[in-house]
Nanobody, 122 residues
């Protein structure tokens, strides 16, 4: 059984930065960060393959967000820079134990964390 625990959310002004962390226990093949704003669908933000490190990003965050993992592959990070008000959402960490065809699709992931809130004020 895989367990995911997010941390690092908070409130920041537009243009600021936050780093989210996801502590992982158990085997995972790919990890993703998703977000859901009130009244909107949950959307994929970034993903990383744990073994090879290949990453994928949503167009809306390319150049501003960076997903990474620690050397022990027990923590996945989402560095968020130049934050905008439209980045305000609950952010979720997710994991799959196998290869996925669509790294930013929510239905590809089996395990989910409880979420951490990010609020960006303009």
């Amino acid at each position: 059984q895989v367990q995911l625990v997010e941390s690092g959310g908070g409130s920041v002004q537009a243009g600021g930065s936050l780093r989210l962390s996801c502590a992982v226990s158990g085997y995972t093949y790919i990890m993703g960060w998703f977000r859901q704003a009130p009244g909107k669908e949950r959307e994929g933000v970034a993903s990383i393959y744990i073994g090879g490190g290949a990453t994928h990003y949503a167009d809306s965050v390319k150049g501003r967000f960076t997903i990474s993992q620690d050397n022990g592959k027990t923590t996945v990070y989402l560095q968020m820079d130049d934050l905008k008000s439209e980045d305000t959402a609950m952010y979720y960490c997710a994991a799959s134990p196998g290869w996925v065809s669509r790294p930013l699709a929510r239905n590809e992931y089996v395990y989910w964390g409880q979420g951490t809130q990010v609020t960006v004020s303009s």
